[in-house]
């Protein structure tokens, strides 16, 4: 008897563990295990620079685990699908869901378009903990406040399902006719991009393995310890979970049973911060590109190009943000402490639109995601849902005497400072001349004088966010 034929469409499911797509697709059948760059993708959210050659190493070790049997392809996803079902007598197509505006889009007219040939379509939950249309408020509306929709809504559902094992056995359909292939192998990382790959721990199996040692020694002193960017108290997940080379599920259910603390609360409350971005990507698609409070865009930016570029250079003669910022650019992530510090001085003190912050993350980051880039920066900015209110501005000495403070952080990322003591190594302008010259530091030679005055432009932005109550 011929076996039944079908396909699943890995997206952002890199995994082979807790795939319910792809267990369905694998049950009774052969499987043609297929990945698409999507050439219809808007053009403004293609993947960025570093999260690009994190797919493609993660789309190779996905190919070593699947025996070599991925099939991956570039174009318009609708074509290939259609090309690859009719070709090769397919008769079901299933992929996990997800919730970018533009993916729903696409992804319910293929839906549509496979069903009208007799082929069975099926999507499924491989991404979220709760779908954004299980948790609602009691009148149906979407929350747009963090604590009721994880406490009350999230919490307040029925559990996470549980992980389901990897499919026991894979039958790969043979001689499976197709179009022209994409060959990643041919592809070429830049040096930047590759300098980066050293400080990625890409796939499945380094995923979980970053997991247990994340729960056996991070995990015990999460809740403070995740403030300090020195330390190694949090999971470091992000971009496995973007890719979902790891599933929120696996996680959840592991940690879940853990003995309940603050911190393991706290950690998977953090993941219900990915759930809340997502539930408002789904419910105010708009935010990728316009401020959730509409009061907002009549905001007088700045945009000062040349502040902007000091900014991503780690350039602004203040030693936290650069320390942040160079973090970033030297290893394709940063601690979340930073984030909030260095979102805050572009959009508070230096008053650049948040989107360009938004931009230059979304290049270099590895974590790189549209629904917790969007509400990060939103929430920084305080335009959006549930967000820091505008007069909270993060002083970014404040925050490293807190964090950071020897200095141990700031030393790593800004060699310059090294031998600068460390009562000094917040504010290099305010050391004497003769701290800074044992230092071996010259103010705007060595290193750079502050771009901004700090109390200046946090009462220039707190007048500026004043015109928006008063319009
Ligand atoms: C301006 C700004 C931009 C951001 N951009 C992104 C982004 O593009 N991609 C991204 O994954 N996260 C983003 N974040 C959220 C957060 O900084 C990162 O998820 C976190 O630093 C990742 O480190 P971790 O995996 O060690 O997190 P952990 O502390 O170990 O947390 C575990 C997981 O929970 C989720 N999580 C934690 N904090 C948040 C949060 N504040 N919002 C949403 N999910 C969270 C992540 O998936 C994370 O991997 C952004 C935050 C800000 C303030």
Not at 246 to 255: A, D, L, T, Y
Not at 418 to 425: A, E, G, T
């Amino acid at each position: 008897m011929t076996k039944k034929v079908n396909i699943h469409w890995f997206r952002n499911d890199l995994r082979l563990d807790d795939n319910p797509s792809l267990t369905k697709a694998t049950e009774n059948s052969e499987l043609i295990p297929i990945y698409i760059f999507d050439e219809n993708a808007t053009i403004d959210f293609n993947q960025g620079e570093a999260s690009f050659t994190w797919l493609y190493e993660s789309l190779k070790l996905l190919n070593k685990s699947l025996e070599n049997r991925l099939l991956i392809f570039k174009g318009d996803p609708l074509k290939i699908l259609k090309e690859l079902k009719n070709n090769n007598n397919v008769s079901g197509v299933y992929w996990n869901r997800n919730y970018a505006p533009w993916e729903i889009k696409r992804d319910t007219v293929i839906k549509q378009e496979i069903k009208k040939s007799d082929t069975e379509c099926e999507t499924f939950n491989g991404n979220l903990l709760w779908e954004p249309w299980e948790i609602l408020k009691k009148d149906g509306t979407p929350y747009k406040v963090f604590t009721p929709f994880y406490r009350k809504g999230c919490l307040g559902s029925s559990p996470p399902r549980s992980p389901l094992p990897k499919p026991p056995k894979i039958n790969f359909k043979q001689d499976v006719v197709k179009n022209n292939e994409f060959d990643i192998e041919k592809t070429n990382a830049n040096n930047w991009q590759k300098s980066i790959l050293n400080h990625a721990l890409i796939g499945e199996k380094k995923a979980f393995e970053r997991l247990e040692f994340f729960i056996k020694n991070g995990l015990k002193n999460y809740k403070d310890g995740r403030n300090f960017p020195s330390q190694d108290n949090v999971s470091k997940l992000a971009p496995n979970l973007h890719f979902g080379e790891i599933s929120p599920n696996q996680i959840w259910h592991i940690v879940y049973k853990l003995e309940n603390t603050l911190n393991t609360d706290h950690f998977l409350s953090e993941l219900g911060w990915r759930e809340f971005s997502n539930h408002l990507l789904y419910y105010f698609p708009h935010i990728i590109s316009e401020n959730l409070q509409k009061k907002f865009n009549n905001f007088p930016w700045l945009n000062d190009e040349n502040a902007l570029i000091k900014w991503q250079k780690g350039m602004t003669g203040i030693p936290f943000v650069d320390a942040g910022m160079r973090e970033l650019w030297q290893t394709g992530s940063m601690h979340n402490r930073l984030r909030m510090v260095v979102g805050s001085f572009l959009v508070k003190n230096l008053l650049i639109d948040w989107k360009y912050g938004a931009k230059w993350f979304w290049n270099c980051l590895f974590d790189a995601d549209i629904a917790n880039n969007t509400a990060g920066w939103q929430w920084i900015a305080g335009c959006g849902a549930d967000a820091a209110p505008y007069f909270r501005v993060f002083n970014p000495v404040t925050q490293s005497e807190k964090f950071d403070k020897i200095g141990t952080y700031i030393k790593k990322y800004v060699p310059e400072l090294i031998n600068l003591d460390h009562k000094f190594l917040h504010c290099p302008w305010e050391a004497p001349k003769s701290v800074l010259s044992n230092a071996g530091i010259k103010l705007g030679e060595t290193y750079p004088s502050p771009i901004v005055d700090l109390k200046m432009s946090r009462l220039k932005a707190l007048e500026a966010f004043n015109t928006l109550k008063s319009s």
